[in-house]
């Protein structure tokens, strides 16, 4: 009657501890195993980040020979200004999608406690295409405000050339600046 109410004995005992040492080393194990899990995934982090450093250096090679230069700005050429001015605008953006890709790097070595990789060539060439970018956005507002005045006919305009003149001073004032 002992028995069947305490529920074994000291057999059952035995078992239950043989149980738990085969928990403890099945946990150990585990253990083990999310350990190189991690180690495996700190090491696609750092292979990411070189991946991204590759990127980054291609994006550079070819953000320097497609950047327009001063030149074209001289020549006047309306289409290759415009070509010059759409070049710019998808770089931007391409360059912005490098960007998205670095945070996300960033945010994956804070949370494995890896030491952040230096940026400084990410951080050159976004000031770099910021810089052109105001340039260029500069001309496309001057162009803009031009077209405005180039759709007017010639006899409603030949009476107003005082506010091309305005207009033009008032460019010549916002580049000085």
Known sequence: LLRTAAGGGI????????????FELMMESHQLMIKEQVEVMKGNVLSRVNMYLQELEKFKARWDQLKPSDD????????????SAQTIKEKKAEFDELEE?????????HHFELEEPD?????????????????????EQFYEGFQE?????????????????????????????
Do not use: P
Request: charged share 35%; hydrophobic share 35%.
């Open 11 to 22: 057999d059952t005992i035995s078992n239950l501890r043989a149980t738990w040492d085969k």
């Open 72 to 83: 074209i700005v001289e020549t006047g050429h309306h289409d290759m200004l415009q070509k």
């Open 101 to 109: 890709t670095k945070q996300k790097l960033i945010n994956d070595c």
């Open 119 to 139: 940026f400084f060539l990410a951080d050159e060439i976004r000031q770099d295409i910021k810089t052109c970018a105001e340039v260029w956005a500069l001309y």
């Open 149 to 177: 005045k180039t759709n007017e006919d010639w006899i409603t305009f030949r009476s107003k050339t005082y506010l091309f003149e305005e207009y033009l001073l008032s460019w010549h004032d916002k580049l000085r600046k």
